[in-house]
């Protein structure tokens, strides 16, 4: 069994955009790897450093909105931001329903998306999705903004009790990243025009 080896230059000092991009290069390459496979990273890294070569631009970051990430279990919300990050988002965070109403009312004006998971401590997502679209009937937020049920339940109640709650969307647990940004994208999209 043969396996091969795909090595990614690195630049000093590692910035995640130009990371990146080097690994995009490396699954654009005529010998493409199965991306299929996981990805495993070394616990020792050599760094290579290329004097003579060109810097590579870093393209410029830009933001793609602000999300409102509720999520109770802390691993769900350290992966969530990682990955909101990794998609150009900015992400204001809260434990449980009673938290993310607090966060919505304090950043109003910032906060263009939802992500609402479902079981939590205090007050459910389905729950919270109810209070916030009261409160935006109410006036008492600025503007509706869509709603994304994240949830382990992929079951056809569980979307029912959200879309009945007034969410928009609803996306199962594990997230995959592709899911996330299109379902993001789909959002917002002149969110704030």
Do not use: C
């Not at 602000?66 to 990682?82: R, Y």
């Amino acid at each position: 069994m043969t396996s091969t080896t795909h090595l990614v230059p690195i630049p000093k000092p590692l910035l995640w955009s130009s990371f990146e991009q080097r690994i995009n290069a490396v699954r654009e390459s005529t010998n493409k790897p199965d991306l299929s496979k996981g990805v495993r990273f070394a616990a020792n890294v050599d760094v290579l450093d290329h004097k003579n070569e060109k810097t590579v631009q870093e393209a410029p970051y830009v933001k793609r909105g602000v999300v409102l990430l509720v999520e109770d279990n802390p691993i769900n919300q350290k992966l969530g931001k990682k990955m909101l990050s990794a998609l150009h988002y900015d992400v204001i965070s809260a434990e449980d329903g009673v938290e993310g109403i607090e966060k919505l009312l304090e950043h109003d004006t910032e906060i263009d998306i939802i992500l609402m998971d479902q079981s939590m401590p205090r007050k459910d997502g389905v729950a919270t999705t109810q209070e916030i679209r009261e409160l935006e009937t109410s006036s008492q937020l600025s503007r509706r903004r869509p709603i994304i049920a994240v949830t382990a339940a992929v079951n056809a109640r569980a979307q029912v009790h959200f879309k009945e709650a007034g969410a928009d969307d609803f996306l199962a647990k594990p997230l995959s990243m592709a899911q996330l940004e299109e379902t993001l994208a789909k959002y917002t999209s002149g969110a704030r025009d």
